[in-house]
């Protein structure tokens, strides 16, 4: 299987690339508007070479992590104090679901407003981004789990504490973990879309300030980092939901 898309993935990669250049040569682009495969590659290494792709890559990745981090500290107990309290869900479920539909990005002016330039206001978008979602997955999965469990726990004297630890994670984990899976991507597509208007660093920095100098060809690099660095990060959610599957079916 792994062989298999290994083969698959190579072969969508090698037909985006004949069609791109292809485009180019049928198309008749000019460099600056359509830079040509190898260009590109030219200009990868040159950034690669003189650190700046790194810098920038390692600046939109530690404001994901905080960002991501954050939502998850604050997003994961507040979905199961939610799930397991009604008044709770009662009171705070109509204010999350009107918070919830408004993009981060209609934040950015609040966001510059109140952090000022610099790192706050990209991770604070990202905190919102992956917050939400974390929340409305974990206290719907919460309020998924069977009464009997939590009448098994009281004739048990359960603690609060053994509660959380012994029925509530292990039951919510394969919806926490899957709402994990896909609140980094979306964290992923805020962080660029913030690093345009209020920083001066990171991969979507690295684009705007690359279509300012009409190097198109520096664009097209931030946007391949970009996918590339999306693509690792999915593929450490899958592993960890993997892992995550195995040891629950070991255990069950």
Known sequence: ???????????????????????????????????????????????????????????????????????VLFGIPLGIFIGRVRKARLLLNPLIQFLRPISPLAWIPLAMLWFGIGDAPAVFLIFLSSFFPLVVSTSVAVSSINPIYFQVAANFDFSRWEVISKIIIPAILPDVITALRISVSVAWLVVVAAEMIAVQSGLGYLILDSRNAL??????????MIGLIGLFLDMMMRRLSYTEASAWARHH
């Open 215 to 224: 190097r198109m060809d520096y664009v097209m690099v931030g946007m391949i």
């Open 1 to 71: 299987m792994k062989r298999e898309s290994l083969w698959m993935s190579t072969i969508a990669f090698g037909g985006l690339l004949a069609f791109w250049e292809l485009s180019i040569e049928l198309g008749q682009w000019d460099e600056q508007v359509l830079p040509s495969p190898l260009e590109v590659l030219k200009s990868l290494w040159e950034l690669t070479e003189n650190g700046t792709l790194l810098r920038h890559s390692v600046a939109s990745l530690f404001r994901v992590t905080a960002g991501f981090y954050l939502a």
